[in-house]
Structures are given as C-alpha cells and as structure tokens.
C-alpha cells in the first residue's frame, strides 16, 4: 500500500519568512509532484521531479523552488512566503512507465502566510 | 491546449436520486481520463480510469471522443457520497502528469 506522507498538516506563517514543506513517499517511485488546491481553481501543478535532483516547473511555479536529494523525498521551499500562497498544498507521488498514470496523494499541508 | 472543464462548482441532490458530474476535456492525441475524489478530511484517491470500463461504488463513467466528455454518473446518490470530485486527464506527451478539472462538490441530502 503506497504511503505518501507530509510533515505538517497545518502551518502558520509570517509574510516574507521561508516556509519549507516536506514530503516522503515509501514505495520507491521515480515521480513526485506538487500542487496547491484553491476552490474553484481545483489542483495546479507547482513543480513535479522525474528523478533525483531533476526538476521541471509546472504551470505556477513562481514564487516556490523544490528540491529533491533522496529519491523519497520531495520539498517544496516558498523563498519568501506572501499572503497569496495561503492555501492547501498537495504531494503526490507515481510510477513511471506505470501507463494507467495513477498519483497516489499525502494529506495535504493547509498553509495560511499572515 | 491540453484542458479539463468541469462546469458544476455544486451539486446537490437528495438521496436516491440519480447524479451526473460533467467533464469535457480538450487534449490533441488519445487521452486517459479518470475521476478522483476527496471525502471529508480524507486524502484525494483515484475512484476510476476511463480505461479499466468498470464501475466503483456504484459510479461509472463512459469516454465520448465524439463530444470530448467524460461524465460521471451514479443511478441512486448515496449520502457517503458527498465528496469533492476532480476530472483529470493524462497521456503519452504529459510525462505522467495529470490535468486536473476545477473540481465539483457533491452534496447529497438526506
């Protein structure tokens, strides 16, 4: 059973500080993504990560970096947080070559940046 | 461009009445379409893929290329229903990303 963890559900922080979000998934897959989830707006990639140190932005990457050093592991770094990236942020993991394409999903961090 | 439209923000229906989330999509080739749900403080988890044709709890969902549609359907709404539901789409040239529609709200009423 995949497991794809993130390391707060909730966080609360300052405009301007640097936020770190972390997610560790278990089952050894090449893909790992992030995405903020907004009403309305549904999921919108951030930065997805194909492979160890490889990175690719997606549609809304700016204001975020990421980084991935071990292949379980994935964060996502907001440089300098600002009132707008208040929102639930997503982690997703999957297999490549797997063509059904399934994203196995962490629970998700509720950011709110005051 | 590659897109994924879900015109219903809310839907609200009673229970046992029959329910129909709308998806359309544009994509250029053979996409791979599915529907993901999230339930109340749960983690979003895939309910079904348009290729596998089969029916999970009791929703089923048919690909229209001819109206780029991939609607999702249940006869008899339950109340464990009511959940976010997201159409997404994905393909040979994604790179295993998915494309994700704006979401709907399922609510189905006592």
């Known amino acids: 059973d995949v497991k794809v963890t993130q390391s707060s559900r909730y966080l609360v922080k300052r405009t301007g500080e640097k936020v770190f979000l972390e997610c560790v998934q278990d089952?050894?897959?090449?893909?790992m993504f992030w995405y903020r989830q907004d009403p309305g707006l549904g999921l919108r990639l951030i930065y997805f990560s194909y492979d160890v140190k490889m990175k690719e932005k997606g549609d809304i990457p700016e204001g975020y970096s990421v980084s991935r050093e071990k292949k379980e592991r994935f964060s996502l770094i907001l440089e300098s947080a600002s009132t707008n990236q208040t929102s639930m942020y997503l982690c997703?993991?999957?297999?490549?070559?797997?063509?059904?394409?399934?994203?196995?999903f962490g629970p998700g961090t509720r950011l709110t940046v005051t | 461009a590659q897109r994924v439209t879900q015109p219903e923000k809310l839907l609200s229906v009673f229970k046992g009445a029959p329910v129909e989330l709308k998806c359309n999509y544009s994509y250029s080739g053979s996409p791979e379409l599915f529907w993901y749900v999230q339930y109340s403080r749960q983690r979003l988890q895939l309910l079904l893929r348009h290729i596998s044709r089969e029916s999970i709890k009791g929703f089923t969902a048919d690909l229209n290329k001819g109206e780029t549609s991939f609607h999702l359907k249940k006869p008899f709404a339950q109340e464990e229903d009511s959940a976010m539901y997201y159409c997404a789409l994905s393909g040979y040239n994604q790179g295993g990303k998915l494309i994700f529609g704006q979401g709907t709200e399922l609510s189905v009423k006592p």
């Open positions: 089952m050894d897959h090449e893909n």
């Open positions: 997703a993991s999957s297999l490549t070559g797997d063509h059904t394409y399934e994203q196995y």
